[in-house]
């Protein structure tokens, strides 16, 4: 049975579609004045950084911002397995929606789900969903920083695409969240998205900012349910 591969939507719109230019254009990010100011190199680390909140805009408007949430990554020592929660811009599929089986195609090459991770995360108000993922850009763009950065460095990840983003729906997702990843023996990072920039009311911004704060805040906790 041959694997699913989601191919690149974005690719030459978001970002570069070709190995080289995209390759270019991540390093200009880094070395933009934006930026880091330098090009990052895998560090042992100290494996603590839990979560990154990173924008997910095209690369020319927030490539070098998201240039210093990779950076630090790198400082922490990298990881095995990413969660990459992003939000649902094209109102396809379920309200909280898991791919939980295949690989992701980016111009640097393919990226393989965590089958495993992605199967313990497919769990209540979650669910196994491809249909939001198939044009939505907010979680690949974040793959071809992370292929980058990896060099030859395998790992793998976990596409969740929000529609759902008020306070009750991250509470639960925070809950499932850390109770799977804390049963894992690997390093599991996972990477939110940025609201502030969005043109949206005050308490909505609010509602989506506290949710964010609980999903992070939710890897910390030593026992979920408290």
């Known amino acids: ?15 570069p579609g070709t190995e080289s230019s995209l390759k270019q254009q991540i390093e200009e990010s880094f070395l933009d004045a934006r930026g880091v100011g330098k090009l990052p190199i895998i560090d042992q680390g100290k494996k603590n950084i839990k979560g990154l909140v990173v924008p997910h805009a095209g690369y020319i408007y927030s490539g070098a911002i998201a240039s210093h949430a990779y950076y ?3 400082q922490n020592g990298f990881a095995n397995t990413f969660v990459i929660l992003g939000p649902n811009h094209t109102g396809a ?16 090459g393919e990226v393989p ?35 980058y950065i990896a060099h030859d460095k395998s790992f793998s990840f976990v596409p969740i695409c929000m529609m759902m983003q008020d306070y009750d729906t991250s509470s639960e997702v925070g809950t499932i969240l850390a109770d799977a990843i804390k049963s894992e023996k690997s390093t599991v990072i996972c990477f939110l998205w940025e609201i ?18 609980y999903l992070l805040s ?6 979920s349910s408290t």
């Open 113 to 147: 789900i965590n089958k495993t991770l992605a199967g313990k995360i497919h769990s209540g108000i979650i669910d196994r969903d491809e249909t939001a993922h198939k044009y939505e850009h907010s979680i690949e763009v974040q793959l071809p920083f992370l292929q």
């Open 1 to 15: 049975m041959l694997e699913k591969v989601r191919n690149a939507t974005v690719a030459g719109q978001f970002y």
């Open 93 to 108: 599929g379920s309200g909280v929606s898991v791919m939980t089986e295949g690989t992701w195609k980016t111009p640097l």
């Open 218 to 223: 939710s890897l910390y906790l030593p026992n």
């Open 72 to 74: 630090n990554l790198t």
């Open 196 to 213: 502030l920039s969005r043109s949206l009311p005050f308490d909505r911004i609010l509602s989506v900012m506290l949710g964010e704060r």
